[in-house]
């Protein structure tokens, strides 16, 4: 399937599922929900809560997937880092207002974090995409002087450090910058390589990564019921993006829209770029 170089209503749709099952995490994880879940009295809704709650680390994988894909191909623009740190600015500035008009209080630290990449580097999207993106033309000057075997030789030491310790000899091995960019290379490489002429199924293969992933969760809750652990320990499978299974559900998902042959829809791609845009917005505020 020949695939054009503009983000068509694919892309789009992929990105207004990925801000979906990002807010949904969200609302599962910082809604309170969390702390009364106890795999010794599971209830339905609190499996509902487990089960949703996978799709923020998920969201966050295909996001920069997605800036790798059409990045790699891209130059750097000057006014587009200016007009999205004005813009990031500007509604962070109308949030806090409005925030502390209602109630809610700051310090002086809170403050400074609605400045992109003011203290808030190591645990913000839109800060670690802005330094990638910064950073691209020179990314993208290495990634396009490898070969495949040397660009499969970097993924391969990047994902065995990051997702395989991580996952399996639970080694602390998350770093948002790093992680960033390694998403930001298996995007590329998967343009450069036209990974989505693959023949397989990548739909059922996403089904089958999300059931893993949910199977793990159950796995975990019964681990804490039968053994009598004293905490839960289900987040460990969805708690970082390059947990193994979460990657391969971001690529699974994205390859497999990439082959979907969506026409242009305008109201697609129109809703696409304000909900990114919104998350993009609302990533730096830090309520305390």
């Known amino acids: 399937m020949a695939l054009e170089i503009k983000r068509q209503s694919n892309i789009e749709l992929l990105r207004i599922i990925a801000m979906f099952i990002i807010v949904l995490h969200h609302y599962c994880v910082n809604s309170g929900f969390v702390e009364l879940i106890n795999p010794k009295i599971l209830t339905g809704n609190m499996l509902f809560v487990q089960f949703m709650s996978i799709g923020g680390k998920v969201g966050v994988n295909i996001f920069f997937l997605i800036s790798g894909y059409f990045m790699i191909n ?3 623009k000057w006014r587009k880092v200016f007009q999205l740190v004005f813009q990031i600015l500007s509604i962070n500035i109308l949030v806090c207002i409005f925030l502390s ?3 809610y209080s700051y310090g002086f630290k809170d403050y400074l974090k609605i400045i992109p990449l003011i203290f808030d580097v190591p645990e913000s999207f839109i800060s670690n995409y802005i330094v990638v993106y910064l950073l691209s033309p020179f ?3 290495a990634l396009k002087s490898f070969n495949k075997k040397e660009y499969s030789y970097l993924l391969l030491v990047l994902l065995i450090y990051f997702c395989m310790l991580h996952t399996f000899f639970n080694q ?3 770093h948002y910058m ?6 930001y290379c298996v995007g590329a490489y998967i343009r450069k390589y036209d990974l989505s002429k693959l023949n397989w199924h990548f739909g059922w293969i996403s089904i089958g990564f999300v059931i893993l992933t949910w199977v793990e969760i159950l796995l975990l809750d019964f681990i804490v019921f039968k053994f009598d652990k004293s905490q839960s320990i289900w987040c460990f499978a969805i708690g970082d993006a390059n947990k ?3 990657f391969l559900l971001a690529v699974s998902i994205f390859l497999y829209f990439l082959r979907l042959n969506i026409r242009c829809i305008k109201s697609v791609n129109y809703v696409g770029g304000v909900l990114h845009s919104a998350y993009c917005y609302g990533m730096p505020i830090t309520i305390s």
Request: glycine fraction near 10%; aromatic fraction near 14%.
């Open 101 to 103: 008009a209602i109630g």
């Open 178 to 183: 790093g992680w960033a960019f390694t998403m």
């Open 139 to 141: 990314i993208n000057k």
């Open 244 to 246: 193994i299974n979460i």
């Open 172 to 174: 602390k091995t998350w």
């Open 74 to 76: 891209s130059s750097m």
